[in-house]
């Protein structure tokens, strides 16, 4: 496994719930994953039911076999005073800039200096080492931003290293893209079974492949489970299923089947309708040529005990 994992996807697919799944899975049998939160929402605090995370990197939970998830959020002022601190040597100076605002100035003029930030600390982390020369973390999973921004997000290093042709800059964003654009890193994609998410997800493929960034798996989230005796999409016409029905229900007990009958077939159409167009998706996710995990709905709604269930099944899966 590649130690950087970018988790992306369509919004409303789960992504921060998977990038919160797949670090626990990461991190059993004694594993160390940091699990980064970049876009400032607090969504992985509210997953694990914690009080905000703060710029530091605070234990959140504990895998099976001792692993330990570690949390971060992203801060881009706070980044930007630790990037100044590390190639100006600005500590204090760094300081005085943020009373004054000057910070916010410099990433609002500069957007894309934000995105060069964030990266940045996240793969600092992947390359940070201990005294014995150990890597602090064994995996960094990232809950990157969506889809349709995550190719530019993680290529904007390329760029102001483009633009930055000498000097501490240039050689921090080619460190950073060294990184990105190697094994060391895999792009996963969240989606569900449905027309538009799948379809993100397909463009989104054919973005990072264009601009060789390392695509990993897909993930296809809140997959409902199949009905028992109705998991062929294929079904007789209604009218010839009616009498056959309705005589199943007389013999079951039912007085009066009749006014049942109509409801019962219009759902079981509507799921062999639903079942198709989940088929076709798969289909087409398939045809992209990357793995796929299936992770279930459920139905109890999500909790931690529900994203251990999720990394359980992670697991259960050869990641």
């Known amino acids: 496994m590649s130690r950087l994992q970018v988790v992306s996807g369509k919004g409303g697919t789960g992504k921060t719930t998977v990038a919160a799944a797949l670090a626990l899975a990461l991190a059993t049998e004694g594993k160390r994953t940091l699990l980064v939160e970049v876009e400032g929402r607090q969504g992985i605090a509210q997953l694990f039911e914690t009080e905000a995370l703060p710029y530091e990197e605070r234990k959140i939970a504990v895998a099976p076999g001792g692993g330990e998830v570690f949390a971060l959020a992203i801060d881009a002022e706070r980044a930007l005073l630790d990037y100044l601190q590390m190639f100006y040597r600005l500590g204090s100076a760094g300081r005085a800039l943020r009373k004054i605002g000057a910070i916010d100035f410099v990433t609002t003029v500069a957007p894309g200096l934000r995105d060069v930030l ?25 809950d990157a931003p969506p889809t349709g921004r995550i190719t530019r997000f993680l290529n904007v290093n390329d760029e102001v290293a483009g633009l930055a042709r000498i000097g501490p800059i240039h050689n921090h964003a080619q460190a950073v893209m060294r990184v990105l654009k190697s094994p060391e890193t895999a792009v996963h994609l969240v989606t569900l079974l449905e027309e538009m998410p799948v379809q993100e997800t397909a463009d989104g493929v054919d973005e990072l ?111």
């Open 118 to 142: 964030l990266t940045g600390k996240a793969v600092e982390a992947v390359k940070r080492k201990d005294k014995q020369g150990a890597y602090a973390y064994d995996y960094v999973v990232m």
């Open 209 to 319: 492949r264009a601009v060789d960034l390392p695509v990993g798996r897909v993930m296809v989230n809140m997959v409902r489970p199949a009905v028992p005796g109705l998991d062929e999409p294929e079904r007789a016409p209604l009218d010839a299923e009616h009498p056959v029905l309705a005589k199943a229900l007389a013999r079951a007990g039912l007085d009066e089947p009749e006014p049942l009958v109509a409801p019962l077939l219009a759902q079981a159409d509507a799921y062999g309708e639903r079942l198709r167009l989940e088929r076709e998706q798969r289909e087409r996710l398939s045809g992209l040529g990357l793995p796929l995990h299936e992770l279930p709905l459920l139905a109890d709604g999500m909790d931690i005990a529900g994203i251990y269930r999720l990394a359980r099944t992670l697991r259960g899966q050869d990641l």
